[in-house]
């Protein structure tokens, strides 16, 4: 396919019914904002839109549990989900309202076109209804006993104990959470759009058209419900909260949530259309525009078949894309809100990002961690120490170390200004360092254009790894000892140093789309404008002109302590026991499950040599990456043990490994292995151990290493 003429990009639209937590930013929000910043680079005409989903039952039910109106609920939360979002640096060129007259307008001509034009269809059901408050209830007005686990609370479509999904004819004894009476059955009408009549289209335009370009877990989902054979859905329900359905006689009736959500999409252009003087239409109704919806895996049904269908049916164009991501998890344990088992985006913002604390710097650092844990093509997990290593070990130590490095030998070395760079003099290591700038380059955007940020946001640090390498090689501060005897040395330190500030420039470039508040910091250390951000510049080498006078040097991230992780750990658990205390006081009292980091009972020992079934989830909390060894030798009184260097890619660990009796250390230097990165750290003989090795025994007690076929990459995950 050509460029596309124009890229209109959406970001789920989140409920406004209470905050959202790093989950949601991981899923949907980072990912978009990373691929609409490097398509700006790239001076494409692009149009990002998102805004909160203010109808359906989720809404009106916090407004009874705050015991207000819906009305106030959503004109509460909107404003705060907007901000966190901007304090976060993700860039929308609007976040709109499904609350605003210009989207029930949309909405409500979208319904009339499709029902006009026959492509809905009307049923009459049975549904529960409250004879008191007489109106029909949606399936969260609606408590009894849950079948599967006996708690007394739960809600019609889901018993949030045990985690069951349900439907209302599932309950025992059901009663109305308005009146507190038992419902009754009435009959009701409804629309439906008939998906079945779409199932040869769907099949083809999906498993066909993109089963290759589409993320596998996409296209098997997709594939999963159109097998099982679509079904006519509901677009109207039955409530006083919502888009009035625009046909005469649907008193009461309002259009279904999922329905009227993806159109805020539309309506959301049109507004921003409006307010900078555009034309919306082409973003929706030509074939030159690129439509991508960044999703997490729980929407993809909803953008990948509904939305679809109705977009044809309308005569839209359909996405190109669906990238949607897996789920991120915490501490081990599924993200919820109502569980208190997850981080909001306005508790990292209070805690992290205010200017004592670190600014956009923090906001950049959370951002970073998201990205190089993406769950891409699996659940992920988020873990405050992660957090801490990834940040100290990748941000601080790699990329910001090489920038301050590189100013400070400049001012000290240069005069604080831009060497000139001696062409009579360029080495092979400079020719290597030029050519790992134009690779970069080549490498992010293959990866953005792919979807593949966090192989991008790799592709950063890793130029800044080979920079530092290059600097330590050159070691521009020892030739400055001799230059009273050898002044002709300074030639080299001038080749070094042009070269380590050009790379700043390029850095500051690659990194934009996903340490925005860093690079604009270091933007103003070098005195550029957002101009040199254009992705036309990067792999240049004259970014910065010789002879110009640079700024001091500014850290660009400040350490984080030990005791902030910590309070943060035990915040999370507060918050967990305080959730967990609530749900048994309205589940009949039954005591609340353990923390997810105290479900095992460390004293248990396995009764036999075979260990306990595990679920997959259980393996898929390991992190195991390959690696490579970079040196090996003894541990000083252990037989047993030799402490090993190993290159994972972003870091270089220390492992300290029991295979001492089995290899000689020069016999394993440059051996690839896998390795568990996210298992504790602990001291062995004073040395603090980041990881194990896998290994293979063999009948005779010899360990083997288990490791790639072939040679790959330090850092590939193994799954």
Not at 323 to 341: H, I, Q, V, Y
Not at 569 to 593: N, V
Request: aromatic share 8%; charged share 25%.
């Amino acid at each position: 396919m050509n460029q596309p003429k124009r890229y209109l990009i959406t970001a789920a639209l989140p409920y406004a019914n209470g905050l959202k937590h790093i989950g949601h930013l991981a899923g949907a929000y980072l990912p978009a904002d990373i691929y609409v910043r490097y398509l700006r680079a790239q001076q494409r005409d692009v149009v990002f839109v998102c805004g909160s989903d203010e109808h359906g039952t989720a809404i009106p039910i916090q407004a009874m549990k705050e015991g207000t109106t819906a009305q106030a609920i959503i004109d509460k939360y909107h404003p705060i989900i907007q901000q966190n979002f901007a304090d976060l640096g993700i860039s929308f060129d609007i976040y709109h309202r499904t609350s605003a007259p210009i989207h029930h307008e949309t909405a409500r001509e979208f319904f009339d076109v499709l029902n006009k034009n026959g492509d809905l269809e009307t049923r009459e059901t049975e549904q529960y209804y409250d004879e008191q408050a007489q109106t029909f209830l949606a399936d969260r007005y609606i408590k009894g006993t849950c079948p599967n686990c006996g708690n007394p609370g739960a809600y019609g479509d889901q018993c949030e104990k045990c985690g069951t999904s349900l439907s209302p004819d599932e309950l025992i004894n059901p009663v109305s959470t308005l009146s507190g009476n038992a419902p009754v059955k009435k009959a009701t009408t409804h629309w439906y759009l008939p998906l079945n009549r779409h199932e040869e289209f769907l099949r083809g335009w999906i498993l066909k058209e993109h089963g290759e370009d589409w993320r596998p877990s996409v296209v098997g989902q997709c594939k999963s419900w159109i097998d099982g054979g679509l079904q006519p859905r509901a677009v109207t329900r039955d409530l006083d909260w919502g888009i009035k359905v625009p046909v005469e006689g649907a008193d009461g009736k309002v259009l279904y949530v999922w329905f009227d959500a993806p159109i805020g999409y539309i309506s959301a252009t049109k507004q921003w259309a409006l307010d900078n003087g555009k034309n919306w239409e082409p973003y929706w109704n030509d074939e030159e525009t690129k439509l991508v919806h960044f999703i997490g895996k729980d929407n993809i049904v909803f953008h990948c078949i509904i939305f679809p269908a109705m977009l044809k049916l309308h005569g839209n164009i359909l996405p190109e894309n669906v990238p949607a991501n897996e789920f991120l998890n915490l501490e081990g344990d599924k993200m919820s809100t109502s569980r208190g088992w997850s981080i909001e985006m306005e508790d990292y913002i209070n805690d992290w990002i205010k200017p004592e604390n670190g600014g956009g710097a923090m906001a950049d650092a959370l951002r970073y961690y998201l990205t190089s844990i993406a769950p891409e093509s699996k659940d992920s997990d988020f873990t405050w120490k992660g957090f801490q290593q990834a940040y100290t070990s990748e941000l601080v130590s790699v990329f910001a170390n090489f920038v301050n490095r590189a100013f400070v030998l400049m001012h000290k070395l240069c005069g604080g200004k831009v060497p000139v760079f001696h062409n009579d003099l360029i080495d092979d290591q400079d020719k290597q360092l030029i050519e790992e700038i134009k690779a970069t380059k080549e490498k992010i955007e293959t990866a953005i254009e792919q979807y593949r940020f966090r192989e991008a946001q790799f592709e950063v640090i890793d130029l800044a790894r080979k920079a530092n390498k290059y600097m330590q090689d050159k070691e521009p501060w020892i030739l400055a000892k001799s230059l009273a005897e050898k002044p002709e040395l300074q030639k080299q330190i001038d080749n070094c140093l042009h070269l380590c500030l050009q790379l700043t420039a390029n850095l500051a470039i690659f990194a934009n789309p996903f340490l925005p508040f860093t690079v604009q910091k270091m933007l103003h250390m070098m005195k550029v404008v957002d101009k040199m951000l254009s992705w036309d510049n990067a792999g240049s080498l004259k970014l910065l002109s010789v002879g110009y006078t640079l700024r001091a040097p500014e850290l660009l991230f400040r350490k984080i302590e030990d005791s902030e992780i910590a309070a943060q750990i035990e915040k999370l658990h507060a918050r967990l026991a305080k959730a967990q205390a609530a749900l048994a006081a309205t589940s009949g009292g039954a005591a609340p499950a353990a923390a997810p980091a105290e479900k095992a009972d460390k004293s248990a020992k396995p009764e036999a040599a075979a260990k306990a079934e595990i679920q997959y989830d259980d393996f898929a909390k390991l992190d195991l990456r390959t690696g490579t060894i970079l040196s090996a030798e003894k541990v000083e009184k252990a037989d047993k043990l030799l402490k090993l260097q190993v290159d994972l890619g972003t870091e270089t660990r220390t492992i300290v490994s029991g295979i001492a009796m089995h290899y000689q250390p020069d016999q394993i230097v440059g051996k690839q292995v896998v390795v568990v990165t996210n298992l504790a750290s602990r001291k062995m003989r004073g040395i603090e151990s980041q990881g194990m090795i896998l290994m293979a025994e063999d009948a005779s007690g010899k360990l083997h290493f288990v490791n790639p076929e072939e040679k790959i990459n330090p850092g590939a995950g193994v799954s």
